[in-house]
């Protein structure tokens, strides 16, 4: 998600916290949100960046919080990959991204799937040391099927991915071969998550605002969240 909270930090991701409420990747950093939405900075980043903004961020199984910046522009190169301990540590995991996005694990705990929207693939991360991790270019997908953004993966392995601008998911086997495609009636594909009480619903996110007055009327459920089955 893309919001405001109190007006001032544009918000990226959101995650549960254990101890209640949530945890938000915002402008400047992580900050906890209470249930009446009222943020406290946990950790500042970037504060010499004001131009960036956290984007795509998600849980780890081991209870950690990863999230990647941005430049509010696309700038190349201006991004970061952070994971945030859960005793509030923060660790610098990559750097020179360029539209930090998607991540997933593997179920079976394999591997570490990780999108930089820009470079038009999906990379598997590697832990080379304590605080070293390296991207391996696993799957490149055709620029004309749009650009990847958001991605979960299932209880088989298998890689679900939102085309941004593709109007579509793209699933991939834990061997990177393609499965199956998921069209979607909205443009601006933007992330998917599995949900509903056996976890075999895939709801798809769905943006608006980059669309021209044009596209909007040709797209009225633009900006909806679709589910699939």
């Not at 995991?93 to 799937?113: F, H, I, K, M, Q």
């Not at 069209?183 to 943006?207: C, M, N, R």
Request: with cysteine; hydrophobic share 40%; net charge negative.
């Amino acid at each position: 998600i893309t919001t405001m909270v109190a007006g001032e930090r544009t918000v990226g991701a959101v995650v549960p916290r254990a101890a209640g409420g949530l945890v938000a990747a915002v402008a400047g950093g992580f900050a906890g949100l209470d249930d009446l939405g009222r943020l406290d900075m946990l950790v500042h980043l970037e504060e010499d960046k004001p131009h960036n903004r956290m984007n795509d961020g998600k849980c780890a199984p081991d209870g950690s919080f990863w999230a990647g910046t941005m430049d509010r522009d696309g700038r190349p190169g201006a991004g970061t990959l952070y994971r945030l301990a859960p005793d509030l540590q923060v660790s610098v995991l990559l750097t020179g991204l360029t539209v930090s996005n998607g991540l997933g694990w593997a179920p079976d705990g394999t591997a570490t799937y990780f999108i930089d929207t820009a470079d038009a693939r999906i990379d598997k991360l590697n832990q080379s040391g304590p605080d070293t991790w390296t991207r391996t270019p696993w799957v490149s997908i055709d620029r004309s099927l749009g650009s990847p953004d958001g991605l979960t993966v299932d209880a088989e392995g298998n890689i679900w991915v939102a085309m941004c601008f593709g109007g579509r998911v793209l699933c991939y086997s834990p061997a990177g071969e393609l499965r199956a495609t998921v069209e979607v009636p909205a443009k601006v594909t933007t992330s998917v998550a599995f949900g509903g009480d056996q976890l075999d619903l895939l709801f798809i996110t769905t943006g608006r605002t980059t669309l021209s007055e044009e596209e909007k009327q040709s797209q009225p459920r633009a900006g909806s969240v679709f589910v699939a089955s």
